[in-house]
């Protein structure tokens, strides 16, 4: 299993920019997340000078980029807001929040123990970035790409029921995203 954290890569007429390249996280379904195939691609990919970890815990990780993104990436191409409009406070970055303080209590019951601190990892983090980069899913909403819109709220919403936890942000935002993403 491998995800990318920390690009800030933009999309735009057939060019790629950005200001971050991030670096490729790796590692296997299970506790702990190192095994000899895993160690060889992190050298693979070390060897052509491309930044990568082998977590301890990469089930958490998941969970952790998946809270991100449905956090950011929701947030972000409903709102039509680059990177910068979450690197300070207001109601983009509270809403941002509020969605994935909704995946943490999620995961909490699906035994995944998200803390303040990896939220505060990625408040960190997302001050790093371009203030006028754009999420991914923000970039292909603006093109009329398809979108990863299925993933979050919608898996999000689904384990929270299972659960009995509510989560009305992620309704409003799955409900605001059906409306106005046409791959929904």
Same mark, same amino acid.
């Given at each position: 299993? $491998?995800? $990318?954290? !920390?690009?800030?890569? +933009?999309?735009?007429? !057939? ?49 952790? =980029?998946?809270?991100? %993104?449905? !956090? ?13 409009? @979450? ?20 995961? *909490? ?10 939220? =505060? ?8 970035? %371009? ?17 990863? +819109?299925?993933? @979050? $709220?919608?898996?999000?919403? =689904? *384990? ?9 942000? %992620?309704?409003? *935002?799955?409900?605001?995203?059906? %409306? ?5």
């Amino acid at each position: 299993l $491998a995800l $990318a954290v !920390g690009q800030d890569a +933009l999309r735009r007429d !057939g060019e790629v920019t950005y200001t971050r390249v991030g670096r490729i996280v790796l590692g296997e379904d299970r506790i702990p997340s190192s095994s000899s195939r895993v160690g060889a691609i992190r050298d693979i990919l070390t060897g052509a000078g491309i930044d990568c970890e082998v977590p301890h815990d990469m089930p958490h990780e998941l969970w952790w =980029k998946y809270m991100v %993104n449905v !956090g950011i990436n929701q947030v972000s191409a409903l709102l039509d807001a680059p990177y910068g409009m @979450f690197q300070q406070p207001g109601p983009a970055r509270d809403m941002m929040c509020r969605a994935m303080e909704e995946v943490r209590m999620v995961a *909490l019951r699906e035994g995944i123990e998200l803390t303040e601190h990896d939220v =505060k990892q990625w408040l960190d983090l997302l001050d790093t970035l %371009n203030p006028r980069g754009e999420t991914s899913m923000l970039q292909d909403v603006r093109s009329g790409r398809s979108t990863e +819109l299925q993933l @979050f $709220a919608p898996t999000l919403t =689904k *384990l929270a029921d299972r659960h009995g936890i509510p989560v009305p942000v %992620n309704r409003y *935002l799955m409900e605001e995203l059906r %409306n106005r993403v046409s791959d929904s």
